[in-house]
C-alpha cells in the first residue's frame, strides 16, 4: 500500500474554509501518516468568524468518519479557544465516536512540555483575538510578555504570508526575558523555520501546526522520530488539565 494513504493512521483535519496552510501538518509527520481535510465555513479573521467556526461542525466531522480516520483534529487556534475544547470535543465524541485534538489545547500542552510560562506570543491576528488570546494564558499560568505580529483580515491574506515574514519578526523578541515563544495561528506558513527560530533566538518555540501534530502523534502513541520543525517534538506529552 502507498504510505501516503496511511498505514499508521490517517488523521481527520476540520480546517478554516479560506485557510492555504491545511498542508503543514503533512509536512511534520512520519511516513506513514495521512492527514485528510474537511473544511468548515471560515472566511474573515475576526471573533465573529471565531465562534462560528463551531457551529454544525458535526456534519463536517461525520465527512471525514467516512475517509476511515482514526483521530479528528479540529485545526483553528483561537475558534477552539471560544468554543471550549471539551466542548467540542464531546460533541464530535457523541456524534462520531472518535476521539479529537483542538489546536488550542495542543498549544498550551506544548508551552508546559517546554516549560514555557513567560512567552512572546507571535500572530496574524487583529488586536481583538490577541486579547483574548492573552486573558485565556493569563487563565492558565501563562503570560504573554510581548505580542508581535501581522494583523490580517482574512485567512487567504494569512496564509499568504511567506515563512520569512515569521523568522523576521520573530527576531523583536531578542533581549526579552522569555521561556520561549508561541506562535499562534495554523493559518500561516511557518513550519520551515521553526527550528531556524529557536537556534537564533535560542528559545523554544511551539506552534500550532506544530503542537497540533505533536500532540496526535502522541495520542495515537507513534513513537517515529520527527526531525527538523523544533524541539517540541523530542518532549512527552504529560496530560490535558
Known amino acids: 500500500m502507498n504510505p501516503g494513504i496511511g498505514t499508521l493512521a490517517r488523521i481527520g483535519q476540520l480546517y478554516p474554509s479560506g485557510g492555504l496552510c491545511d498542508h503543514e501538518p503533512q509536512l511534520m509527520v512520519p511516513e ?29 466531522a461525520q465527512l471525514l468518519v467516512d475517509a476511515g480516520v482514526d483521530l479528528l483534529a479540529i485545526n483553528c487556534t483561537a475558534a477552539t479557544l471560544l468554543a471550549g475544547p471539551k ?16 489546536t488550542i489545547e495542543a498549544v498550551v500542552a506544548g508551552c508546559r512540555a517546554q516549560n514555557m510560562r513567560r512567552i512572546g506570543l507571535l500572530t496574524p491576528y487583529p488586536e481583538e483575538v490577541i486579547e483574548v488570546e492573552r486573558e485565556y494564558f493569563a487563565g492558565l499560568g501563562i503570560e504573554v510578555i510581548s505580542a508581535l505580529g501581522r ?6 491574506e494569512q496564509g499568504s504570508l511567506p515563512a520569512q515574514t515569521w523568522l523576521d519578526l520573530a527576531q523583536g523578541f531578542r533581549g526579552m526575558a522569555l521561556d520561549g515563544v508561541l506562535i499562534s495561528c495554523a493559518g500561516i506558513q511557518v513550519a520551515e523555520v521553526l527550528a531556524t527560530i529557536e ?5 523554544p518555540v511551539v506552534s500550532s501546526n506544530q503542537a497540533l501534530v505533536w500532540m496526535c502523534l502522541q495520542r495515537l502513541r507513534i513513537e517515529r522520530e520527527v526531525r ?12 490535558i488539565e
Do not use: I
Open 228 to 239: 527538523g520543525f523544533g524541539s517540541l517534538f523530542t518532549k512527552t506529552l504529560a496530560g
Open 151 to 156: 494583523p490580517c483580515t482574512t485567512p487567504v
Open 199 to 203: 537556534a537564533q533566538l535560542e528559545l
Open 32 to 60: 506513514g501518516v495521512r492527514f485528510v481535510t474537511t473544511r468548515v465555513p471560515f472566511r474573515k479573521t475576526s471573533l465573529e468568524d471565531d465562534r462560528k467556526f463551531s457551529e454544525g461542525l458535526e456534519g463536517h
Open 87 to 102: 466542548v467540542l470535543r464531546k460533541r464530535l465524541l457523541d456524534t462520531t465516536g472518535l476521539d479529537s485534538v483542538t
